[in-house]
């Protein structure tokens, strides 16, 4: 076991946190981190992007020319690709983005992701995340005291938090069981709760 820093909110220090060695790992893998970030992406799209073809473009049904003696190349249609107007060639059409990846691969990729910001010093446990009041002048006085300019407060059902976060541009509130690799990478900094870390410290007990 290995002890982490734990802190208020005001950055002071109040005592340690008991974290399984298998938590961080020696070395990022950057590898994961790329294909798991790229396949979160993918899964974002919506893939409603639609492009017209010649079949479906209004009109052009009518022969622009007879097809010999006239000294001009044969057309058969008006909304041939190559005309003004006319369809489009092997445009997108709907289609699913999204793909699958294996579990233990997510799960490494997380670790890399939680790993990153130990070595960098932008991992912070907290005792207790509750704000006395929901303002977001508050959340970003967390910021201030943590000198960070952007930052991923982590809790377990903190509602006060998540609406007290929500307006900060530069900063967002997720679940516990919300956390990935995505909003890991995208912040400077991780703000954690006490039993946020216990959430994900039973998740990733089994990689």
Request: include cysteine; charge should be positive.
């Amino acid at each position: 076991m290995a002890d982490l820093d734990l802190f208020d909110l005001n950055s002071n220090k109040v005592g340690k946190f008991e974290v399984s060695d298998t938590f961080f790992l020696p070395e990022v893998n950057s590898a994961v981190l790329y294909e798991v970030v790229k396949n979160q992406l993918a899964n974002r799209r919506r893939g409603t992007h639609c492009t017209k073809t010649k079949a479906e473009v209004r009109g052009g049904g009518k022969k622009p020319w007879k097809q010999k003696h006239t000294g001009r190349a044969r057309q058969g249609s008006t909304r041939n690709p190559h005309w003004v107007g006319g369809g489009r060639a092997f445009g997108p059409k709907p289609r699913d983005y999204s793909y699958s990846v294996p579990k233990k691969v997510r799960r490494l990729a997380l670790r890399s992701a939680l790993t990153t910001h130990f070595k960098n010093g932008s991992f912070f446990v907290l005792d207790n995340m509750s704000l006395p009041q929901i303002k977001t002048k508050l959340a970003g006085v967390v910021l201030e005291k943590f000198k960070t300019p952007s930052a991923l407060f982590v809790d377990v059902d903190n509602q006060g938090l998540m609406l007290s976060v929500r307006n900060l541009p530069t900063s967002k509130y997720l679940h516990a069981v919300g956390v990935n690799v995505y909003d890991l990478l995208n912040y400077k900094s991780v703000l954690i709760s006490k039993a946020a870390m216990q959430k994900l410290q039973e998740f990733l007990a089994n990689v």
